[in-house]
T-cell receptor, first 108, second 116 residues
Framework: EDQVTQSPEALRLQEGESSSLNCSYT??????LFWYRQDPGKGPEFLFT???AGEEKEKERLKATLTKKESFLHITAPKPEDSATYLC?????????FGTGTRLQVFP | GAVVSQHPSRVICKSGTSVKIECRSL??????MFWYRQFPKQSLMLMAT?????????EQGVEKDKFLINHASLTLSTLTVTSAHPEDSSFYIC????????????FGSGTQLSVL
């Protein structure tokens, strides 16, 4: 059964304290690994898609990486406005399988 | 970027009534739209896949007679929760595909349904 697991469930960081979010996946025929940001009461906002092991993508303070079993979302020197839930999802060609997300809180 | 508009953002209704949620792709044509449900602190669960001009495909365990989906045009899909009950209270989110793959799936802003 296709599954996506994210850890930690929640993460509290001091402003400027870099860290990484983990997304482990077992998705048959993975066609892409997606990262989204979701603010409370809002729909997910697209961040990245990764397609092959070794691929990396960056956007401002965020960098996503992919291996054959997991993906990491690295956040460098986070700011309070980076506080949100970060979701990853695996595309098994049929649909996106979402993880439960990591709730990130960045304190000034 | 592509915009998906979802309306209403919040609805409160009495048990037994029906509620319709609209999802519109504003600047692209979406042959496929998806409907998700999200409970607090849980992941998005796909309910159904909606293709323009054809019947929706429902995920296992989702009652098609309770959650009616209509995708009458390339820019509009609707989800109607019929005879709503308190257990149907949830955050409903739609998404739309501007192309044939799942790349850059665009999401609506969600609808918080509360059934009293």
């Amino acid at each position: 059964e296709d599954q996506v697991t994210q850890s930690p469930e929640a993460l509290r960081l001091q402003e400027g304290e870099s860290s990484s979010l983990n997304c482990s996946y077992t998705v048959s025929g993975l066609r892409g690994l997606f990262w989204y940001r979701q603010d409370p009461g809002k729909g997910p906002e697209f961040l990245f898609t990764l397609y092959s092991a070794g691929e990396e993508k960056e956007k401002e303070r965020l960098k996503a990486t992919l291996t054959k079993k997991e993906s990491f979302l690295h956040i460098t020197a986070p700011k309070p406005e980076d506080s949100a839930t970060y979701l990853c999802a695996g595309d098994n060609t049929d649909k996106l399988i979402f993880g439960t997300g990591t709730r990130l809180q960045v304190f000034p | 970027g592509a915009v998906v508009s979802q309306h209403p953002s919040r609805v409160i209704c009495k048990s037994g009534t029906s509620v319709k949620i609209e999802c519109r792709s504003l600047d692209f044509q979406a042959t496929t739209m998806f409907w998700y449900r999200q409970f607090p602190k849980q992941s998005l669960m796909l309910m159904a896949t909606s293709n323009e001009g054809s019947k929706a495909t429902y995920e296992q365990g989702v009652e098609k007679d309770k959650f009616l989906i209509n995708h009458a045009s390339l820019t509009l899909s609707t989800l109607t929760v019929t005879s709503a009950h308190p257990e149907d209270s949830s955050f409903y989110i739609c998404s739309a595909l501007p192309g044939s793959t799942n790349e850059k799936l665009f999401f609506g802003s969600g609808t918080q349904l509360s059934v009293l």
